[in-house]
Nanobody
């Protein structure tokens, strides 16, 4: 059974860094794009980044480009979201999700395209 599990969420001070992990199982990952999304109460879930597991191609939302990076470890079937220069606006529950595909199109930051989701991990940026 396909499964995604996020981890790494925490309380961090403004300007700090955090790395989230998305551990996968039950996937032939070479045929999937893994997306990262975030959601705050009362707002729609928003795309942050996505990565093609087969070729490592990436896309980023403009709000995080230059601060966040995404990578994958093919030996561990895990995708990482490295978040730097965090601000309170980055506070949210972060989710990873899987979409069948091999190209990390910018359009794949649309959460409505995804059917397989993790449970989320809380990131709080506050002093």
């Amino acid at each position: 059974q396909a499964q995604l599990v996020e981890s790494g969420g925490d309380l961090v001070q403004p300007g700090g860094s955090l790395r989230l992990s998305c551990t996968t199982s039950g996937f032939e990952l070479d045929y999937y794009v893994i997306g990262w999304f975030r959601q705050v109460p009362g707002k729609e879930r928003a795309g942050v980044s996505c990565i093609s597991f087969s070729n490592g191609g990436t896309s980023f939302a403009s709000s995080v480009r230059g601060r966040f990076t995404v990578s994958r470890d093919t030996t561990k079937n895990t995708v990482y979201l490295q978040m730097n220069s965090l601000t309170p606006d980055d506070t949210a529950v972060y989710y990873c999700a899987a979409l069948r595909g091999t190209i990390a199109h910018l359009a794949y930051l649309n959460p409505k395209l995804y059917r397989i989701w993790g449970q989320g991990t809380q990131v709080t940026v506050s002093s």
